[in-house]
């Protein structure tokens, strides 16, 4: 029978634990990291494969570069100052804790406003949406839009009837 230890003293239970409880954790994919080893939030996590601060993973952009995020969709990164598509692999397991909700004061990139497409334009060439919290999604091969999310099938508010794949471009 095991036994659910939440809040800061089931951390510092958790931190205090044996090896053999440690490795369950790692094999849940929940670690407890040790902060001069990991990575801190907007950092290159490429060898640590850990993140410092609560809830965050580790996620490669590519062979040069990857840092801790709360989440991350493959493609271009918006608030990235390189134009450049993440492959979103996740290296290592995701720091325990809360998952923090994505920074809404982070803005986006120069390159945004010039390069990505605007809300009611096709999408697919440019692969990125300049209006905030819209992602580029597949709705046919004619047709890709920009949307702040989206459920495959049929849209309700949309000009015809189509369904959409919703396969995120």
Same mark, same amino acid.
């Given at each position: ?7 800061? &003293? ?6 205090? +634990?044996? &090896? ?9 994919? /929940? ?6 080893? @990991?990575? &801190? ?12 601060? $609560? !809830? ?8 040069? %570069? ?7 969709? !493959?493609?271009?990164? #918006? ?5 450049? =598509?993440?492959? @979103?692999?996740?290296?290592? #397991?995701?720091?325990? !804790?809360? /998952? $923090?909700?994505?920074?809404? %004061?982070?803005? #986006?990139? +120069? %390159?945004?406003?010039? =390069?990505?497409?605007?809300? !009611? *334009? ?7 949406? *300049?209006? *905030? ?5 597949? =709705? ?15 849209? #309700? /508010? ?5 369904? %959409?794949? @919703?396969?995120?471009?």
């Amino acid at each position: 029978m095991g036994v659910l230890v939440a809040g800061y &003293a089931g951390q510092r239970f958790l931190q205090s +634990s044996t &090896a053999a409880t440690v490795a369950t954790q790692e094999e849940a994919g /929940i670690v407890e990291q040790s902060e001069s080893h @990991c990575s &801190a939030k907007y950092k290159d996590c490429r060898t640590s494969k850990c993140c410092k601060d $609560p !809830g965050l993973q580790c996620f490669q952009k590519n062979e040069k %570069w990857a840092t801790c995020m709360s989440y991350c969709e !493959g493609g271009l990164n #918006p608030v990235d100052k390189d134009p450049v =598509k993440w492959n @979103c692999s996740a290296l290592g #397991p995701r720091t325990s !804790g809360p /998952i $923090p909700a994505p920074d809404m %004061w982070t803005q #986006p990139a +120069s %390159w945004v406003q010039k =390069k990505c497409a605007a809300t !009611g *334009k096709d999408c697919a060439k440019q692969g990125c949406c *300049k209006d *905030k919290g819209k992602q580029c999604y597949k =709705k046919n091969d004619k047709w890709h839009g920009c949307k702040e999310e989206c459920v495959p099938g049929p849209d #309700p /508010i949309d000009n015809n009837n189509d369904t %959409w794949d @919703c396969t995120v471009v």
